[in-house]
Each structure stands twice: as structure tokens, then as C-alpha cells.
């Protein structure tokens, strides 16, 4: 199976926004669970956003309620994150993550895949 590949990561300023590109051939398939993690230096891993292909999303995480998106685009075999309004507190590696049971409300579980991540900076 193809590596999970994410991309579209960057530095931006307070209030910018960045939209996440996870390049996920194989994994488009109904019913499976996709989703967005993060974890800043220091802190733990975070799930930011799921959802279940076919389905539509399952959880954000209340810091991102609001501001963020989690949809797949089954034509480009991806799954995006949109990230508006962004805080300081958003800065963090982003990781695209696919299969396993975390899109299940308190299945913390990791997922049985996930890309490299990519870096996301927001500065005042």
C-alpha cells in the first residue's frame, strides 16, 4: 500500500490560513477512517480532525471547531485539511493518519497508518 503523503505546510502569520494536501491513493476506499493529527514539541499527540470516507467527518477537535475542515476528494485520491483563522497555538507537525478504529469517539488507538507529517508554524 502507498505511503500516506502530506503536504501544503508552512509559515504564516496570526489569522492566515494554510490547507493541508494528504496524497492518499489506496486508502479512498467507503467507509474508511481518515483523519489529521498534530503534535507540537513537548506535548502529545492530538487528533485534530476524522472522518470517514463516504461518510463525511466524524470529529474536530474543540480548539479547531470553527476554523478547520477535514473533506476528501475521492477524484484526487486526498484528503484536505482547511485551516482558517490561525493561532499560535495551532503550530505543530500535522500528520495524515488512515485506518484503525480512531475515528470511533474514545478509541484512542493509533491509527494503523500515517505519512511524515508536515510542519506548520503561526507567528504573532
Known amino acids: 500500500q502507498a505511503e500516506l503523503e502530506e503536504s501544503g505546510g508552512g509559515s504564516v502569520q496570526v489569522g492566515g490560513s494554510l490547507r493541508l494536501s494528504c496524497a492518499a491513493a489506496g486508502y479512498m476506499w467507503r467507509g474508511n477512517c481518515m483523519g489529521w493529527f498534530r503534535q507540537a514539541p513537548g506535548k502529545e499527540r492530538e487528533g485534530v480532525a476524522f472522518v470517514y470516507i463516504g461518510e463525511g467527518p466524524t470529529y474536530y477537535a474543540d480548539s479547531v471547531k470553527g476554523r478547520f475542515t477535514i473533506s476528501p476528494d475521492d477524484a484526487k485520491n486526498a484528503v484536505y485539511l482547511q485551516m482558517n483563522t490561525l493561532k499560535p497555538e495551532d503550530t505543530a507537525m500535522y500528520y495524515c493518519?488512515?485506518?484503525?478504529?480512531?475515528?470511533?469517539?474514545?478509541?484512542?488507538?493509533?491509527?494503523?497508518?500515517r505519512g511524515r507529517g508536515t510542519q506548520v508554524t503561526v507567528s504573532s
Open positions: 493518519a488512515a485506518g484503525g478504529a480512531f475515528c470511533t469517539s474514545g478509541d484512542d488507538r493509533p491509527p494503523h497508518y
